[in-house]
Protein backbone atom coordinates (compact mmCIF):
# COMPACT_ATOMS: atom_id res chain seq x y z
CA UNK A 1 0.00 0.00 0.00
CA UNK A 2 1.45 3.49 -1.20
CA UNK A 3 -0.50 6.46 -0.46
CA UNK A 4 -0.15 9.09 -3.42
CA UNK A 5 0.98 12.40 -1.13
CA UNK A 6 4.20 10.00 -0.69
CA UNK A 7 4.68 10.17 -4.38
CA UNK A 8 3.97 13.99 -4.18
CA UNK A 9 0.88 13.88 -6.46
CA UNK A 10 -2.09 15.46 -5.13
CA UNK A 11 -5.87 14.96 -5.23
CA UNK A 12 -8.49 17.10 -7.09
CA UNK A 13 -10.34 18.93 -4.50
CA UNK A 14 -8.36 22.32 -4.03
CA UNK A 15 -7.88 22.06 -7.81
CA UNK A 16 -11.86 22.16 -8.98
CA UNK A 17 -12.70 24.28 -6.36
CA UNK A 18 -10.41 26.86 -7.59
CA UNK A 19 -10.69 26.22 -11.27
CA UNK A 20 -14.50 26.55 -10.82
CA UNK A 21 -13.78 29.66 -8.81
CA UNK A 22 -11.81 31.10 -11.50
CA UNK A 23 -13.43 30.23 -14.63
CA UNK A 24 -10.98 27.57 -15.77
CA UNK A 25 -10.88 23.92 -16.28
CA UNK A 26 -8.39 21.36 -15.45
CA UNK A 27 -6.56 19.49 -18.51
CA UNK A 28 -6.88 15.39 -18.11
CA UNK A 29 -4.29 14.10 -20.46
CA UNK A 30 -4.47 10.64 -20.98
CA UNK A 31 -0.77 8.33 -21.03
CA UNK A 32 0.32 5.31 -22.03
CA UNK A 33 3.93 5.86 -22.82
CA UNK A 34 6.96 7.59 -21.81
CA UNK A 35 7.07 10.10 -24.74
CA UNK A 36 3.17 11.08 -23.83
CA UNK A 37 3.99 11.60 -20.29
CA UNK A 38 7.61 14.17 -21.18
CA UNK A 39 5.35 15.90 -23.86
CA UNK A 40 2.00 16.67 -21.00
CA UNK A 41 4.80 17.36 -18.07
CA UNK A 42 6.42 19.59 -20.40
CA UNK A 43 3.52 21.64 -21.49
CA UNK A 44 2.34 21.93 -17.70
CA UNK A 45 5.47 22.70 -15.98
CA UNK A 46 6.21 25.85 -18.96
CA UNK A 47 2.48 26.93 -18.74
CA UNK A 48 2.21 26.77 -14.79
CA UNK A 49 -0.31 24.64 -15.08
CA UNK A 50 -2.25 21.96 -12.94
CA UNK A 51 -2.88 18.95 -14.54
CA UNK A 52 -4.57 15.41 -14.51
CA UNK A 53 -2.67 12.45 -15.70
CA UNK A 54 -5.37 9.66 -16.91
CA UNK A 55 -4.78 5.97 -16.76
CA UNK A 56 -7.01 3.79 -18.63
CA UNK A 57 -7.57 0.45 -17.97
CA UNK A 58 -6.28 -0.60 -20.92
CA UNK A 59 -3.43 2.02 -20.36
CA UNK A 60 -3.08 -0.09 -17.10
CA UNK A 61 -2.94 -3.01 -18.72
CA UNK A 62 -0.40 -2.15 -21.37
CA UNK A 63 1.82 -0.15 -19.41
CA UNK A 64 1.56 -2.32 -15.97
CA UNK A 65 0.41 -0.54 -13.31
CA UNK A 66 3.86 -0.97 -11.29
CA UNK A 67 5.89 0.82 -14.03
CA UNK A 68 2.76 3.26 -14.03
CA UNK A 69 2.93 4.24 -10.32
CA UNK A 70 7.05 4.78 -10.89
CA UNK A 71 6.54 6.99 -13.78
CA UNK A 72 4.03 9.40 -12.08
CA UNK A 73 6.30 9.84 -9.12
CA UNK A 74 8.75 10.18 -12.03
CA UNK A 75 6.51 13.07 -13.62
CA UNK A 76 6.75 14.94 -10.35
CA UNK A 77 10.17 14.87 -9.85
CA UNK A 78 11.08 15.78 -13.98
CA UNK A 79 8.29 18.86 -13.36
CA UNK A 80 10.57 19.64 -10.33
CA UNK A 81 13.81 19.66 -12.57
CA UNK A 82 12.16 21.85 -14.98
CA UNK A 83 11.84 24.74 -12.64
CA UNK A 84 7.97 24.11 -11.81
CA UNK A 85 8.42 24.10 -7.42
CA UNK A 86 5.62 22.73 -6.42
CA UNK A 87 3.82 20.70 -9.47
CA UNK A 88 0.04 19.95 -9.22
CA UNK A 89 -0.38 16.67 -10.62
CA UNK A 90 -2.99 14.31 -10.27
CA UNK A 91 -2.86 10.83 -10.98
CA UNK A 92 -6.09 9.30 -12.23
CA UNK A 93 -8.02 6.16 -12.97
CA UNK A 94 -10.35 7.12 -16.37
CA UNK A 95 -13.70 5.16 -16.50
CA UNK A 96 -12.96 2.43 -13.68
CA UNK A 97 -15.30 -0.52 -13.83
CA UNK A 98 -15.43 -2.06 -10.64
CA UNK A 99 -14.53 -2.18 -6.88
CA UNK A 100 -11.73 -4.13 -7.07
CA UNK A 101 -9.71 -1.97 -9.48
CA UNK A 102 -10.57 1.26 -8.11
CA UNK A 103 -9.50 -0.16 -4.68
CA UNK A 104 -6.48 -1.63 -6.39
CA UNK A 105 -5.26 1.55 -8.22
CA UNK A 106 -6.20 3.43 -4.93
CA UNK A 107 -3.54 1.29 -2.88
CA UNK A 108 -1.37 1.89 -5.71
CA UNK A 109 -0.68 5.84 -5.30
CA UNK A 110 -3.21 7.09 -7.14
CA UNK A 111 -5.23 10.53 -6.29
CA UNK A 112 -8.22 9.97 -7.95
CA UNK A 113 -10.55 7.50 -9.07
CA UNK A 114 -13.39 7.26 -11.65
CA UNK A 115 -15.68 4.31 -11.02
CA UNK A 116 -17.50 4.37 -14.19
CA UNK A 117 -21.10 2.15 -13.33
CA UNK A 118 -23.45 4.52 -15.95
CA UNK A 119 -24.79 1.52 -17.68
CA UNK A 120 -26.00 0.29 -14.58
CA UNK A 121 -29.42 1.19 -13.47
CA UNK A 122 -29.74 3.95 -11.24
CA UNK A 123 -29.81 2.33 -7.64
CA UNK A 124 -26.93 -0.01 -8.63
CA UNK A 125 -24.70 3.10 -9.89
CA UNK A 126 -25.18 5.01 -6.83
CA UNK A 127 -24.37 1.74 -4.86
CA UNK A 128 -21.25 0.79 -6.44
CA UNK A 129 -20.01 4.52 -6.44
CA UNK A 130 -20.68 4.76 -2.74
CA UNK A 131 -18.63 2.08 -2.18
CA UNK A 132 -15.80 3.11 -4.00
CA UNK A 133 -16.04 6.60 -2.39
CA UNK A 134 -16.54 4.95 1.04
CA UNK A 135 -13.15 3.31 -0.03
CA UNK A 136 -11.50 5.83 -1.48
CA UNK A 137 -11.96 8.76 1.20
CA UNK A 138 -10.52 6.87 3.74
CA UNK A 139 -7.11 7.83 2.01
CA UNK A 140 -8.39 11.39 0.87
CA UNK A 141 -8.21 9.69 -2.75
CA UNK A 142 -11.09 11.39 -4.68
CA UNK A 143 -13.85 9.86 -6.75
CA UNK A 144 -15.67 11.15 -10.41
CA UNK A 145 -18.82 9.23 -10.95
CA UNK A 146 -20.70 9.02 -14.22
CA UNK A 147 -24.31 9.91 -14.65
CA UNK A 148 -25.80 9.84 -18.43
CA UNK A 149 -24.10 7.57 -21.34
CA UNK A 150 -21.47 9.21 -23.64
CA UNK A 151 -21.76 7.88 -27.52
CA UNK A 152 -18.87 6.60 -28.89
CA UNK A 153 -15.63 3.85 -28.66
CA UNK A 154 -12.50 4.60 -25.72
CA UNK A 155 -10.93 1.54 -24.76
CA UNK A 156 -13.28 -0.87 -23.02
CA UNK A 157 -16.24 1.65 -22.78
CA UNK A 158 -18.60 1.94 -25.77
CA UNK A 159 -22.49 3.11 -26.58
CA UNK A 160 -23.96 3.60 -29.79
CA UNK A 161 -25.95 6.07 -28.50
CA UNK A 162 -25.70 8.79 -25.82
CA UNK A 163 -28.30 9.38 -22.95
CA UNK A 164 -28.28 13.00 -21.54
CA UNK A 165 -27.45 13.39 -17.95
CA UNK A 166 -30.94 14.00 -16.02
CA UNK A 167 -30.80 17.06 -14.18
CA UNK A 168 -33.59 15.96 -11.88
CA UNK A 169 -31.08 12.79 -10.61
CA UNK A 170 -28.47 14.71 -9.82
CA UNK A 171 -29.09 16.17 -6.20
CA UNK A 172 -29.92 12.65 -5.36
CA UNK A 173 -26.88 10.78 -6.67
CA UNK A 174 -24.30 13.26 -5.74
CA UNK A 175 -25.82 13.36 -2.15
CA UNK A 176 -26.27 9.51 -2.15
CA UNK A 177 -22.65 8.50 -3.43
CA UNK A 178 -20.98 11.46 -1.73
CA UNK A 179 -18.37 11.43 -5.22
CA UNK A 180 -16.68 14.42 -5.53
CA UNK A 181 -17.08 15.37 -9.26
CA UNK A 182 -19.43 14.01 -11.80
CA UNK A 183 -19.32 13.42 -15.51
CA UNK A 184 -22.11 14.44 -17.33
CA UNK A 185 -23.40 13.51 -20.82
CA UNK A 186 -24.18 16.54 -22.83
CA UNK A 187 -23.31 15.24 -26.89
CA UNK A 188 -19.87 14.88 -26.19
CA UNK A 189 -18.70 11.39 -27.14
CA UNK A 190 -15.53 9.34 -27.07
CA UNK A 191 -12.87 8.64 -29.87
CA UNK A 192 -12.34 10.12 -32.92
CA UNK A 193 -15.60 9.63 -34.68
CA UNK A 194 -17.56 11.58 -32.26
CA UNK A 195 -20.49 11.95 -34.84
CA UNK A 196 -22.21 10.03 -37.96
CA UNK A 197 -22.43 12.00 -40.60
CA UNK A 198 -25.95 12.21 -40.81
CA UNK A 199 -25.92 14.14 -37.40
CA UNK A 200 -23.91 16.82 -38.92
CA UNK A 201 -23.92 19.46 -41.62
CA UNK A 202 -21.57 19.98 -43.74
CA UNK A 203 -19.49 23.02 -44.37
CA UNK A 204 -20.87 24.09 -48.30
CA UNK A 205 -17.27 25.55 -48.93
CA UNK A 206 -14.93 23.36 -47.29
CA UNK A 207 -16.93 19.94 -47.59
CA UNK A 208 -16.00 19.78 -44.04
CA UNK A 209 -18.68 18.31 -41.55
CA UNK A 210 -19.96 20.49 -39.03
CA UNK A 211 -21.30 18.50 -35.43
CA UNK A 212 -24.14 19.07 -33.56
CA UNK A 213 -23.50 21.82 -30.68
CA UNK A 214 -23.14 20.29 -27.02
CA UNK A 215 -26.74 20.48 -25.16
CA UNK A 216 -25.63 23.94 -23.13
CA UNK A 217 -29.40 23.92 -21.63
CA UNK A 218 -28.45 20.57 -20.04
CA UNK A 219 -25.31 21.81 -18.69
CA UNK A 220 -27.02 24.75 -17.14
CA UNK A 221 -29.86 22.95 -15.67
CA UNK A 222 -27.73 20.84 -14.07
CA UNK A 223 -25.23 23.91 -12.52
CA UNK A 224 -28.53 25.14 -11.47
CA UNK A 225 -29.54 21.79 -9.13
CA UNK A 226 -26.25 21.62 -8.02
CA UNK A 227 -24.36 24.87 -7.56
CA UNK A 228 -20.56 24.88 -7.34
CA UNK A 229 -20.44 21.06 -7.84
CA UNK A 230 -17.20 20.12 -9.86
CA UNK A 231 -18.93 19.13 -13.26
CA UNK A 232 -16.65 16.64 -15.72
CA UNK A 233 -16.68 16.40 -19.40
CA UNK A 234 -15.37 13.05 -21.17
CA UNK A 235 -15.31 13.14 -25.01
CA UNK A 236 -13.63 16.32 -25.38
CA UNK A 237 -11.08 16.19 -27.92
CA UNK A 238 -11.55 18.39 -30.97
CA UNK A 239 -9.75 16.12 -33.53
CA UNK A 240 -8.01 19.08 -35.43
CA UNK A 241 -8.18 19.25 -38.93
CA UNK A 242 -4.53 19.44 -39.86
CA UNK A 243 -3.67 16.41 -38.11
CA UNK A 244 -6.71 14.29 -40.12
CA UNK A 245 -5.11 15.61 -43.23
CA UNK A 246 -1.85 14.98 -42.38
CA UNK A 247 -2.55 11.55 -41.46
CA UNK A 248 -4.49 10.88 -44.42
CA UNK A 249 -1.90 12.96 -47.18
CA UNK A 250 0.54 10.12 -45.84
CA UNK A 251 -1.44 7.11 -46.71
CA UNK A 252 -3.68 7.23 -43.43
CA UNK A 253 -7.34 6.50 -43.69
CA UNK A 254 -9.10 8.88 -41.34
CA UNK A 255 -12.78 10.19 -43.58
CA UNK A 256 -15.10 12.20 -41.87
CA UNK A 257 -13.70 12.17 -38.49
CA UNK A 258 -15.20 15.28 -36.29
CA UNK A 259 -14.76 16.46 -32.37
CA UNK A 260 -15.89 18.94 -30.40
CA UNK A 261 -15.09 22.25 -31.49
CA UNK A 262 -12.36 23.95 -29.10
CA UNK A 263 -15.18 27.38 -28.87
CA UNK A 264 -17.93 25.38 -27.12
CA UNK A 265 -14.98 23.55 -25.02
CA UNK A 266 -13.88 27.32 -24.12
CA UNK A 267 -17.29 28.53 -23.06
CA UNK A 268 -17.63 24.86 -21.56
CA UNK A 269 -14.18 25.87 -18.98
CA UNK A 270 -15.81 29.13 -17.84
CA UNK A 271 -18.88 27.15 -16.31
CA UNK A 272 -18.96 24.38 -13.19
CA UNK A 273 -17.00 22.41 -15.87
CA UNK A 274 -13.64 21.96 -14.38
CA UNK A 275 -12.61 19.01 -15.81
CA UNK A 276 -11.85 18.20 -19.51
CA UNK A 277 -10.71 15.27 -20.97
CA UNK A 278 -8.80 14.69 -24.18
CA UNK A 279 -7.39 12.06 -25.24
CA UNK A 280 -7.74 11.30 -29.17
CA UNK A 281 -6.38 14.63 -30.24
CA UNK A 282 -2.81 13.27 -28.89
CA UNK A 283 -3.28 10.00 -29.86
CA UNK A 284 -3.66 11.82 -33.89
CA UNK A 285 -1.01 13.94 -33.37
CA UNK A 286 1.27 11.33 -32.47
CA UNK A 287 0.00 9.44 -35.54
CA UNK A 288 0.37 12.32 -37.70
CA UNK A 289 4.07 13.46 -36.41
CA UNK A 290 5.07 9.37 -36.76
CA UNK A 291 3.53 8.80 -40.34
CA UNK A 292 5.45 12.17 -41.70
CA UNK A 293 8.82 11.26 -40.91
CA UNK A 294 8.33 7.62 -42.23
CA UNK A 295 6.68 9.52 -45.75
CA UNK A 296 9.84 11.61 -45.82
CA UNK A 297 12.49 9.56 -44.59
CA UNK A 298 11.59 6.14 -45.68
CA UNK A 299 14.80 4.63 -44.30
CA UNK A 300 14.44 5.61 -40.83
CA UNK A 301 14.06 3.05 -38.14
CA UNK A 302 15.69 4.86 -35.14
CA UNK A 303 12.63 4.98 -33.21
CA UNK A 304 13.96 8.20 -31.22
CA UNK A 305 13.60 9.98 -34.81
CA UNK A 306 10.14 9.59 -34.88
CA UNK A 307 8.84 9.26 -31.40
CA UNK A 308 10.97 12.53 -30.58
CA UNK A 309 9.03 14.33 -33.73
CA UNK A 310 5.72 12.78 -32.16
CA UNK A 311 6.64 13.80 -28.51
CA UNK A 312 7.10 17.41 -30.04
CA UNK A 313 4.19 17.75 -31.77
CA UNK A 314 2.05 16.67 -28.88
CA UNK A 315 3.51 19.05 -26.11
CA UNK A 316 2.82 21.61 -28.44
CA UNK A 317 -0.80 20.14 -28.73
CA UNK A 318 -0.98 20.13 -24.54
CA UNK A 319 -0.08 23.47 -24.41
CA UNK A 320 -2.57 24.95 -27.21
CA UNK A 321 -4.91 23.02 -25.38
CA UNK A 322 -3.66 24.73 -21.81
CA UNK A 323 -3.96 28.15 -23.08
CA UNK A 324 -6.37 28.95 -25.81
CA UNK A 325 -9.06 26.44 -24.78
CA UNK A 326 -8.54 25.30 -20.63
CA UNK A 327 -7.05 28.77 -19.81
CA UNK A 328 -5.68 26.76 -16.97
CA UNK A 329 -2.19 28.19 -17.71
CA UNK A 330 -0.69 29.80 -14.58
CA UNK A 331 -2.82 28.60 -11.81
CA UNK A 332 -0.37 25.98 -10.54
CA UNK A 333 2.29 28.59 -9.85
ZN1 LIG B 1 -14.24 8.88 -21.02
Known amino acids: MV ?10 RDMF ?7 YAIPAFNFNNMEQLQAIIKASAETKSPVILQVSKGARNYANQTLLRYMAQGAVEYAKELGWEKPQIVLHLDHGDSFELCKSCVDFGFSSVMIDASHLPYEENIALTKKVVDYAHQYDVTVEAELGVLAGVEDEVSSAVSH ?15 CDSLAISIGTSHGAYKFTPEQCTRDPKTGKLVPPPLAFD ?18 SSSVPQEYVDMINATGGKLPDAVGIPEEQLRKASE ?7 IDSDSRLAFTAAVRKVFTEKPGEFDPRKYCGPARDLMEELYKHKIVNVLGSNGKAE
Open 164 to 178: YTKPEEVVDFATRTG
Open 17 to 23: AKAIKGG
Open 3 to 12: NFKELGLVNT
Open 271 to 277: SAVCKIN
Open 218 to 235: VLDAIMEQLPGFPIVLHG
